[in-house]
């Protein structure tokens, strides 16, 4: 059975860094696309970053030039490394797999609609105090 686990949340003073690590379990094949959404308080999940294996790699406005999405395909293993933290970057990170990013590219979807992910882990908290 698939299974996404989140880990390496915490809580930070602005400016500082903490690195999301969300490891996968039971997966029959290599996702092709792995990404990572977060929830504030009140707020709609939104897209944070996503990866491929085709190599492309998508990041929200808000967090580019500060995150960084990577991948260990021996391990499994997705990461978010996340420096120059902002308070509003508060909230519960989520590690989330498209089975068929193709799919969604064939109908023009946008990569940081929650409804073209299959799977999600349970999510880690992220708190950033100015």
């Known amino acids: 059975q698939e299974q996404l686990v989140e880990s390496g949340g915490g809580s930070v003073q602005s400016g500082g860094s903490l690195r999301l690590s969300c490891a996968a379990f039971g997966f029959p094949y290599r996702p092709p696309c792995m990404g990572w959404f977060r929830e504030a308080p009140g707020q709609a999940r939104e897209g944070v970053a996503a990866?491929?294996?085709?190599?492309?790699?998508d990041y929200a406005d808000s967090v580019k030039g500060r995150f960084t999405i990577s991948k260990d395909n021996d391990k499994n293993t997705l990461y978010l490394q996340m420096n120059n933290l902002k308070p509003e970057d508060t909230g519960i990170y989520y590690c989330?797999?498209?089975?068929?990013?193709?799919?969604?590219?064939?109908?023009?979807?946008?990569?940081?609609?929650?409804?073209?992910?299959?799977?999600w882990g349970q999510g880690t908290q992220v708190t950033v105090s100015s």
């Open positions: 989330a797999v498209d089975r068929d990013p193709s799919q969604r590219d064939e109908y023009g979807g946008d990569w940081t609609d929650v409804g073209w992910f299959d799977y």
């Open positions: 990866i491929y294996t085709n190599g492309r790699i």
